[in-house]
């Protein structure tokens, strides 16, 4: 499984774009991007996923470099209630979690 | 969207009893479902791989005589700790991937239920 690489912890103003990277530098060809946040005392939440191309959905966008080695998460316009953990997860079958990234959404 | 309940969301047992948390896929059928545990502060653990039919898959240093999982129809899976003690207690949590109901191919997506705290005194 590749392993990835977040940063701890990040804060982002309310109202401004909260951008969160991501790290997989030993992806391989078969293996699809993750993200998935938990917000405290719940079950993880899908966001969205990728294998090339960028993606965006109703929640967030996802931004995958051309040689696949990164990615960006971007909440567009963050909300407090989007205060959370955020995982990425590389892993072609099954989901393993890492630390993850500690969001902090600031009124 | 699919949805994954847990039942009970919470459960305060005494040590050495066994308590049985279940997991269900709503609205779609899971031949393969998944239990994570997770401390406080800390990131989900992967226990084991409920296959539906067939034993489940352990990882390394879970003990399966201690958390037995039973998987007997497509959108049900079960966790029981046995002889519970407080070490156990902890913040379960179970995923499925939906393969869809008959006739449809589902989204092959993994989705999570809210968890079950099991508190062990």
């Known amino acids: 499984d590749a392993k990835t690489t977040q940063p701890p912890s990040m804060d982002c103003a309310e109202g401004r774009a909260a951008n969160l990277p991501c790290n997989h530098s030993t992806i391989s060809g078969n293996e699809y991007v993750y993200w998935y946040r938990q917000i405290h005392s719940q079950g993880p939440q899908y966001i969205i996923h990728g294998l090339k191309n960028n993606e965006t959905n109703e929640m967030a966008s996802l931004i995958i470099t051309e040689d696949r080695k990164s990615s960006t998460l971007i909440l567009p316009h963050a909300t407090l209630r989007d205060t959370a953990v955020y995982y990425c997860i590389v892993k072609a079958n099954n989901l393993f979690f890492g630390t993850g990234t500690r969001l902090t959404v600031i009124p | 969207g699919a949805v994954v309940s847990q039942h009970p969301s919470r459960v305060i047992c005494k040590s050495g009893t066994s308590v049985k948390i279940e997991c269900r896929s709503l609205?779609?059928?899971?031949?393969?479902m998944f239990w994570y545990r997770q401390f406080p502060k800390k990131s989900l653990m992967l226990m084991a791989t409920s296959n539906e039919g067939s034993k489940a898959t352990y990882e390394q240093g879970v003990e399966k005589d201690k958390f037995l999982i039973n998987h007997a129809s497509l959108t049900l899976s079960t966790l029981t700790v046995t002889s519970a003690h407080p070490e156990d207690s902890s913040f379960y949590i179970c995923?499925?991937?939906?393969?869809?109901?008959?006739?449809?191919?589902?989204?092959?997506?993994?989705?999570f239920g809210e968890g079950s705290r099991l508190t062990v005194l």
């Open positions: 609205d779609f059928q899971a031949t393969t």
């Open positions: 995923s499925a991937r939906d393969v869809g109901l008959a006739g449809g191919p589902g989204t092959g997506e993994l989705f």
